[in-house]
């Protein structure tokens, strides 16, 4: 039977263990390279954040939520628990507030001083051990102005099958770039099509069999909840949940659940399929 003690300490070692991964530079040059909003985050962003709010994102890395967040918003902080992430921040958006803070211990804002709290690129699930994490979204709870919202997404813990990244749009716009005349362009695609998804597929399932060897063995998987290494950047000691879990935990808080959309948005999303999934939370008056 596992001790738990020993499973918190270790867990707290893991978690020291992440924030040396994320202060290494070549993963902050990684994380400062990014900007793309996901169609996702996108449509979340602009139907859960009213503009002119002010803006709190969490666990804010290179800064790839930061200039669409900050043009959306009167106020904008950003907060990341390693230094090297905040200080490539400043670089790039030197008229902007970052802070170096861990998202479990958001003590230095006042109540209500937040109208929408971010917490993108799964990064809640680096919040561990569980008493951390819930310390996080108490405190979230609490510096959220009534009505201000909590947008986050996070691990799915049963996402065994490899979507197939196969698309024919894609083909038919890499086939426009090469030829002009529309009849030589769906001869292009006629003819690579067929290798194109037969490629595909066997990436999904190839993808398929490697997720499943890893994840069925996994308490993780059967349970629908708990921290597994994730072999991303090395090594990274990630928490999973499933929507159930993850609403009833947030909702513990004093948050109530808006709504939940899987990554693959805008795509019909499956327990089985979808990578992880966003939620939108509220802070309603009454709490």
């Not at 900007?35 to 709010?53: H, K, M, Q, V, Y």
């Not at 209500?112 to 990064?123: L, M, T």
Request: aromatic fraction near 10%; charged fraction near 20%.
């Amino acid at each position: 039977m596992t001790d738990p003690v020993a499973e918190q300490n270790r867990l707290r070692s893991e978690g020291t263990n992440n924030r040396q991964i994320y202060g290494a530079a070549p993963i902050v040059a990684h994380y400062a390279s990014l900007n793309d909003i996901t169609p996702c985050e996108r449509f979340l962003f602009e139907s859960s954040i009213p503009a002119g709010a002010r803006v709190l994102d969490l666990g804010v890395g290179g800064g790839r939520t930061t200039a669409y967040l900050a043009k959306r918003g009167s106020a904008y902080v950003g907060i990341d628990y390693a230094p090297e992430m905040v200080g490539a921040c400043r670089r790039r958006f030197p008229e902007l507030q970052f802070l170096v803070a861990d998202a479990a211990d958001l003590s230095m804002f006042g109540n209500a001083s937040f109208d929408a709290v971010v917490f993108a690129f799964n990064g809640i699930d680096y919040v561990l051990p569980d008493s951390a994490r819930r310390g996080c979204l108490e405190h979230v709870q609490r510096i959220l102005a009534p009505e201000g919202v909590l947008i986050f997404s996070s691990h799915n813990p049963r996402a065994v099958v490899a979507r197939c990244g196969w698309s024919m749009e894609r083909l038919r716009q890499k086939a426009s770039g090469f030829v002009k005349s529309k009849k030589a362009q769906r001869g292009i695609v006629a003819i690579l099509a067929p290798a194109r998804w037969t490629a595909a597929m066997a990436q999904s399932i190839w993808g398929t069999v490697i997720r499943l060897v890893q994840y069925l063995p996994s308490r993780v998987f059967w349970k629908g909840e708990g921290e597994r290494l994730d072999p991303v950047h090395g090594g990274l000691m990630t928490h999973y949940a499933t929507p159930e879990r993850m609403i009833r935990e947030v909702a513990n808080a004093g948050l109530s659940l808006r709504r939940v959309l899987g990554s693959d948005y805008p795509k019909r999303s499956h327990r089985y399929t979808t990578d992880w999934y966003y939620y939108v939370f509220v802070k309603s008056h009454e709490k």
